[in-house]
Nanobody, 127 residues
Framework: QVQLVESGGGLVQPGGSLRLSCPAS????????MGWFRQAPGKQREFAAAVSWRGTNTKYADSVKGRFTISRDNAKNTVYLQMNTLKPENAAIYYCAVDNVLFRSVLITTNEAYDTWGQGTQVTVSS
């Protein structure tokens, strides 16, 4: 069983940056796509970004494209989300998650494709 623990969230002013980290323990995640999702108050959890198991392919929600960058370090069993030019509407709890299919070739954006989740890290964007 893999455990994920997100960190790096916090309070940032509009236009600022944060880097979220999600180290995994218990087993390797290097053979799985990894995703970042977020949930704002009163809203459903939504896809933000995903990275293939090799780290060569990425996918982003349109709302974060060009500002967020997902990456992974398989040697460290960790996935990251660099968030730049943050906007108030980016405020949410951010979760990392592990795909439920080994070596999946297509990046999936739905919650149901991921079966292991972290506890989340809060991101607040406010002046």
């Amino acid at each position: 069983q893999v455990q994920l623990v997100e960190s790096g969230g916090g309070l940032v002013q509009p236009g600022g940056s944060l880097r979220l980290s999600c180290p995994a323990s218990g087993r390797t995640i290097r053979t799985y796509t990894m995703g970042w999702f977020r949930q704002a108050p009163g809203k459903q959890r939504e896809f933000a970004a995903a990275v293939s198991w090799r780290g060569t392919n990425t996918k982003y929600a349109d709302s974060v494209k060009g500002r967020f960058t997902i990456s992974r370090d398989n040697a460290k069993n960790t996935v990251y989300l660099q968030m730049n030019t943050l906007k108030p509407e980016n405020a949410a709890i951010y979760y990392c998650a592990v795909d439920n299919v080994l070596f999946r070739s297509v990046l999936i954006t739905t919650n149901e494709a991921y079966d292991t989740w972290g506890q989340g890290t809060q991101v607040t964007v406010s002046s």
